[in-house]
């Protein structure tokens, strides 16, 4: 599988996940877009430092645009790109936080870690 296709089916396995398994329903959600908006705008910088600065290289064949040595560094916008990277970064981005905050809400939901506690594990009680 290309690097496309495996961003563009992590993206549909997460909303799948969040929408019909888990039923949490962030991407319904208004504060879900306004915070993953925050996160796009950071993501664009790390991105496009790692790739701008040649840190991270893509396979031409792997990605949509082209990834030529004698084309130089990468655009920041074009040829599939986006502040360097290839768009399908911002894919990859999506699913892993959809899927990160939509089990995060999952997990609230059972009651897991939903009010912190102090001192030891609970189940290593000390025998005092």
Request: aromatic share 16%; proline share 5%; hydrophobic share 50%.
């Amino acid at each position: 599988m290309t690097y496309t296709q495996l961003a563009v089916t992590g993206v549909v396995i997460a909303v799948l996940l969040d929408l019909f398994v888990f039923r949490t329903r962030l991407v319904t959600r208004k504060a879900f877009w306004v915070s993953y908006a925050i996160i796009f705008f950071f993501q664009l910088i790390t991105n496009g430092m790692f790739t701008g600065f040649g840190i991270v290289k893509y396979d031409g064949d792997a990605i949509v645009g082209s990834t030529s040595p004698e084309q130089g560094a990468p655009p920041f916008i074009g040829d599939g790109r986006i502040s360097f990277a290839p768009f399908e970064d911002l894919l990859f981005g999506f699913a892993l936080i959809l899927l990160s905050l939509s089990l995060w809400v999952l997990f609230g939901r059972w009651g897991i870690s939903r009010t912190p506690i102090a001192g030891p594990p609970m189940w290593r009680k000390e025998n005092g």
